[in-house]
Each structure stands twice: as structure tokens, then as C-alpha cells.
Nanobody, 123 residues
Framework: QVQLVESGGGLVQAGGSLNLSCAAS????????MGWYRQAPGKQRELVAA??????????DSVKGRFTISRDNAKDVKNTVYVQMNSLKPEDTAIYYC??????????????WGRGTQVTVSS
């Protein structure tokens, strides 16, 4: 009922930048929080950054000052969240997953995950 379409991953050299986007669509009544998680090989999935409907943001300590999360709720872009990643480091290499939480019709709560997009930072 909720579809997430991620884009923007790829290969970049250390110090470079990437911008990830995730568009949510479907039978969505409202969205509370949109965010990005990542999982590196052999490690647990961890929060990268999140943003609430009111614009409050939360970042992992490892990305503070380098990553910026934002969201666009305009009708024509259909609930899209972005993360601008600057000064990338090899340790940022991971699969990045979009995460969206909110409500469908009739008060049903949902949490959806994207399929993931690979980010590889070469040294």
C-alpha cells in the first residue's frame, strides 16, 4: 500500500558528494517521519538521519556536519525525502535504506522500507 522509490546511490571517491532521494506514494493519509538507515557488510543496520513532519532532524554522530536531510511535501513531488552527503568517507560505504512511518486511512499506522541503494566510497 506504500511504495518507496529510492535513487541516487553510486560510486564516489573519498571527499565527494552524493544526493539520495526517496519518494513515498500509495494510500498515505499522513507521514510522520522519513529517514535513512544504512547497513555495511557484517554490521547492523543503523540510523543515518531522520526528519519529522515538523522539520525536526536527527543525525548519527558519524555524519553530523557532513550529511543534511530534508523533505519536500509538495503535492507534485509526493512526499520525498533527500539526504545530501558531502565529504564522504570510505566508512560511509553501505547499502542505504529509506524508511517512512505514518498513517494510512482509518488510522492504520505503517512503517515502510525501501529496497536499498548502494553507496560505495573509494579511498
Amino acid at each position: 500500500q506504500v511504495q518507496l522509490v529510492e535513487s541516487g546511490g553510486g560510486l564516489v571517491q573519498a571527499g565527494g558528494s552524493l544526493n539520495l532521494s526517496c519518494a513515498a506514494s500509495g494510500s498515505i493519509f499522513s507521514i510522520n517521519t522519513m529517514g535513512w538507515y544504512r547497513q555495511a557488510p557484517g554490521k547492523q543496520r543503523e540510523l543515518v538521519a531522520a526528519i519529522t513532519s515538523g522539520g525536526r532532524t536527527n543525525y548519527a554522530d558519524s555524519v553530523k556536519g557532513r550529511f543534511t536531510i530534508s523533505r519536500d511535501n509538495a503535492k507534485d513531488v509526493k512526499n520525498t525525502v533527500y539526504v545530501q552527503m558531502n565529504s564522504l568517507k570510505p566508512e560511509d560505504t553501505a547499502i542505504y535504506y529509506c524508511n517512512v512511518g505514518g498513517f494510512l486511512g482509518w488510522g492504520r499506522e505503517f512503517i515502510s522500507w525501501g529496497r536499498g541503494t548502494q553507496v560505495t566510497v573509494s579511498s
